[in-house]
């Protein structure tokens, strides 16, 4: 089923070759860039431009500092909660791993 307007698309699409609009496009004349997820390649693009990250990524940072505050603790009572600490954040990259990945 066609738009309702789908001729009037096309027209204008027609008549923007014709006037040369999208001759001087970037990346004119080349093939597309290959997408290994299309299904979320857009709103990958729109995350990049604006500076955004996977939850993943910002929970990788976290269990780092995790890690580097283990290393410097010698309490055992403290080791143990940073150790949960990074057992959940570990579940939780997983979680969001797998989610961003659907």
Known sequence: MDHPLMDLISARIA?????GAFDDLPGAGKPLPRVD???NALIRRIMEEN?????FVSL???LRRLRAELA????RTKRTEIMK??????A???MARK???R
């Open 85 to 90: 600490s990074m057992s959940m954040m570990e």
């Open 60 to 62: 990788g940072r976290e």
């Open 51 to 55: 500076g955004a990250e996977p939850e």
């Open 37 to 39: 997820d299309p299904e």
């Open 15 to 19: 008549e923007a070759e014709k006037n």
């Open 92 to 94: 939780r990259i997983d």
């Open 72 to 75: 410097g603790v010698t309490d």
């Open 99 to 101: 989610a961003w990945a």
